[in-house]
């Protein structure tokens, strides 16, 4: 059974009026001939630039960005950004409840959800700390992958998504890791006010003496 997002915000501790990254991608002007696009995303003081794997779709929305090969629907990843009033640590009550999350996250009609492995700080996307799942499972008769990952940003945490088909997963997992440790945050200096012409000063009129 997937878990809604209003869960997730609840299990992760995110305040619902805080402002989070918006993940609709924006594009960034890309070198001649390079055949890779690197995105952006933005807030109010940052911008974060990221850079899919070339030849993969990719589309986003508020705090929602998903990618996948061109014309492959059994490799997904997806990245959600989940808004904190204050940092938080990759504490134990933290991290039981990601696992729960994690394995309840698998898509419907899956079955036989396993956890595989876990570790911490195994990828550090942006230079922030992460734990890491690998998680099987079978859908429609078909062995799948998944790794889902926690990363620990200061202003937000990242869950993190790659499943694929397990003959594929082995091989996509490093183009997946290379695409997410990308992920470079930039701070946005306010723009300087514009000056403000000075005004010369008018000496009152002296007061004419009565006659």
Known sequence: MRTPAITLLVLFGAAAMVRALDLTP??????????????????????????????WAY?????????????????????????????????????????QQALAAVPAGSEQATL?????????????????????????????????MLVNCPKEQLLVRFSADKSDYLTLLPVFNRSLM????????????APVASQPIVEPAAAQSSS
């Open 116 to 148: 595989l492995g876990e570790a911490e700080n195994a990828l550090m996307p942006g230079g922030n700390p992460s734990y890491q799942l690998t998680m099987s499972y079978k859908l429609h008769g078909k062995e799948f992958r998944r790794c889902s």
């Open 182 to 193: 990308s992920w470079q945050v930039v701070e946005v200096k306010p723009a300087a006010p």
């Open 26 to 55: 924006q594009f960034v002007l890309a070198e001649k001939d390079s055949k890779e696009q690197q995105v952006s995303f933005r807030d109010a003081d940052r911008k974060v630039l990221f850079l899919p794997p070339a030849g």
């Open 59 to 99: 589309s986003g929305q508020a705090n929602r960005f998903q990618f996948n090969p061109k014309g492959s629907q059994a490799t997904q990843a997806v990245i959600e950004a989940v808004p904190l009033k204050e940092p938080k640590n990759l504490d134990p009550a933290t991290l039981k409840a990601f696992k």
